[in-house]
DNA sequence: AGCGTGCCTTGAAACGATTCACGATCATCG
DNA sequence: CGATGATCGTGAATCGTTTCAAGGCACGCT
């Protein structure tokens, strides 16, 4: 059965069309009698707006003077990789600012694939989303303005780019924190662990390190890059050190999931931490806490991050026409705990 | 700026709309050269399809005749929370079989409201989704209705209704086994640790192991309802525990997250696990595996119950008219490690 | 009676893309 | 040279809704 119009409805009820229309959108203006009628016709023919015609006709309107039933665009996050506790964190800062502004969030993961990544942007602007907040794999200037035009607010989430808001944690800093605190504890043969594939954030994090120790006149023993910055692979990266000939007496971990993994595998292979080795992670997810060995971490502020995102976009949507891009940098922190 | 329709592109190419809607949906029918030229206009002008339109005058047509250049209709998936790993993994396996699909997956969240549950379905409707696999929470029979009433087939994850696909893991069995496993034990003073909110899904995993219990004319020491499931409420579970006259010598945790917190913590006061207390959790998520006490758990064929999903719907939707409805139910399979 | 005033309702014009019956153009062939 | 096709383009009709100027009607007032 196709789905019957407003114009059926209409002839039902035996009024014009656009009377039907403002029962369904302004249903005060019409009389009494004539709103039962039209209402008891919907019900019987079991007719259902279409939204197609109903935001064609309506066009790219704002959330201004919207009828009630309009529904505010929805904004997209697009994140890595949803299996990440850091991603979901993030995003989860991001909703719950989108929501406490009425918006709605659709999560979506380019699964470090440029390639998924476009067919999310695509995906999201043939939705009408009001923005995007993404972490992006592939999307350069030219993809931005593209996702402009398409009237979509951009924001990038930990990376920076010219002309488009951004929020991210200096992770230089952060890095250059966490080699000094191991340095600070005596630890000369330090151990540098992170993901093969480099993303730009863990590169941050290492070069930070790196520095620091460098200005100590120091330089990293080993760094070890492991196939992903999963707790299964920091075991991996646990067992690859104890092989070495002489075992680091620091490790710094690009992730905390690779940091968890690692000191219950030394742990598990009769290493003290922190006494033999001291371990230290970065992110400071809710895991860090509750680990065997507590971890000293590095602390994100990531829901703050999602939330200072979420913000930027949605200003940026309500501006729209002359906008200051604003690029927002924020401080992580050390945490200590025992692991280091 | 608004963003141009396909008359501005026509102006600017100099050829008429009907030809640059002929360029988007059967270039083979334009010249060469004619075909360059509008899409020289297009890039100019960034032009983007208006999917509104597009829609309403093709009115509810299907997969069939697509033209290229057309997306398929996405799929909603619909979990509590994304920040627990176990929705995360369940998603995961639905994307990648829908993405198999050439369907792509938007993910939304309930945050365990019915209200915001509602929210999410609407959003959906009104984006076209294909269907919706839904962890439902306040979701019912009429609520089905209505969804399918829109055009979208509904999965229901870890839940089962009438009238409906679903795919579902048998909790109770899985419960049942984990408790037999502490009774095999020797353990028999028990204690059980879930969450306030009572899902029903851990309700069943309760109710599986205390019949198990009930079998061999035992029953529950205790009985612990932690505020949420996660590794902080797991420790404070832990804390409550030792607090205890009689400290159980057997606990089955209603998820990992939890089992991990709490054996931690229990290691952490110098509890030895699995000596003094036998520590069983459920999911299997990664940490499990890879924490300092290797966790005995109860693994959901997580990933596989997505993927299942995602065929059900798959198949609803494409069969749409006379469709029958699939109830699944998986086996979750105990995993001996150490901590019991 | 004539007129202003509120209510309700109407009808038609958008919105932007797709589709399709027709022309226009041009090369080929008898 | 005219007929025949093939190849390309055109322009108008159409999808279902919203919006809005304009009109109908009943009422009260002078």
Redesign the interface.
Known sequence: M??SSIREVARRAGVSVGTVSNVLNRPDLVAEATRDRVRAAIEEL?F?R????R??RQ??RRADGDPPGA?PR?FGVVVED??N?YA??V??GA?QAL?AAGH??????NDHSAD?ER??L??L????AAGVLITPVGLGPFGI??LR???MAVVLLDHTGPGVCSVRVDHVAGGAVAAAHLLGLGRERLAFVTGAAHPQPCQERLDGAAHALAQAGREPAVTLAQASL???E??AAARRLLALDQVPTGVFCANDLLA??L???L??QGVRVPEDVAVIGYDDI??A?????PLTTVRQPRHELGRAAAELALTEAAEE?RHEHRQIVLTPELVVRESA
Do not use: F, I, M
Not at 104 to 109: F, G, I, K, M, S
Not at 125 to 128: A, D, L, T, Y
Not at 289 to 293: D, I, L
């Open positions: 196709p789905p079991g259902v279409n939204e197609s015609a935001r064609l066009g790219g529904r929805p949803l299996t506790p979901t964190d995003a989860r909703e929501n709605d969030a659709l999560w979506l993961t998924k067919r999310c695509e995906l602007e043939q939705q009408h303005v593209r035009a398409a009237g999963t707790p299964t920091g075991a968890v993994g000191v219950n595998e742990v598990r809710e895991l806490a509750t680990a065997a060995v026409p």
